[in-house]
């Protein structure tokens, strides 16, 4: 079964750096781009980003560029997304998602995570 | 970056009614279009993709049609199941752009 299982809620204070993972398996990591959908308590989906495991190439929605760090770790199968300094204002669920075509960037989203809930709160 | 505008926001409907939702984008996206449903406190999941293609596993009450800048997602007859909000999502050009949502509500 192909699945991405996420890390757990987080509680941190403006300010502090955060970093989240989201773990593929049931498929071959490094063929497919693995993204990060926001969404803030009661809004819509915001894309965020988006990595390629092969090479890392890594591609941001310009709402996001330079807010956050998407990174991979090929070797465990994992994607992270990392804050260095958080704001109330990134309180929200954070979902990973898989591209559904292999090695194609453009593609619909299947499967997503359970998602992870970062609460910033001082 | 590509638009995607969902209408209508909210609707109400009754169990076994029809209905349409519509998703409309700022220019073409030929037919690279997904439709995903979520239910309060999980992930959303894909129904429809290439604006028309069936996912496995979805009912096939659900359908989607349409190309270029106008598509459908019609529910030919809504289950309790089915009540929960829906999103359009484009995928002719990154970023992805995804609509504001449909809220289907019981009546």
């Known amino acids: 079964e192909v699945q991405l299982v996420q890390s757990g809620a987080e509680v941190k204070k403006p300010g502090e750096s955060l970093k989240i993972s989201c773990k593929g398996s049931g498929y071959r990591f490094s063929n497919y781009w693995i993204g990060w959908v926001r969404q803030m308590p009661g809004k819509g989906l915001e894309w965020m980003g988006v990595i390629y495991p092969g090479d890392s190439d890594t591609r941001y929605s310009p709402s996001f560029e330079g807010q956050v760090t998407i990174s991979v770790d090929e070797s465990i199968s994992v994607a992270y997304l990392q804050w260095s300094s958080l704001k109330a204002s990134d309180t929200a669920m954070y979902y990973c998602?898989?591209?559904?075509?292999?090695?194609?960037?453009?593609?619909?989203?299947?499967?997503w995570g359970q998602g992870t809930l970062v609460t910033v709160s001082s | 970056d590509i638009q995607m505008t969902q209408s209508p926001s909210t609707l109400s409907a009754s169990v076994g009614d029809r209905v349409t939702l519509t998703c409309r984008a700022s220019q073409s996206i030929d037919s690279w279009l997904a439709w995903y449903q979520q239910k309060p406190g999980k992930a959303p999941k894909v129904l429809i993709y290439k604006a028309f293609k069936l996912e496995s596993g979805v009912p096939s009450r659900f359908s989607g049609s349409g190309s270029g800048t106008e598509f459908t997602l019609t529910i030919s007859s809504l289950q309790p199941d089915d009540f929960a909000t829906y999103y359009c999502?484009?995928?002719?050009?990154?970023?992805?752009?995804f609509g504001q949502g449909t809220k289907l509500e019981i009546k």
């Open positions: 998602v898989r591209v559904a075509l292999a090695a194609a960037l453009n593609g619909w989203l299947d499967p």
């Open positions: 999502q484009q995928y002719n050009s990154y970023p992805y752009i």
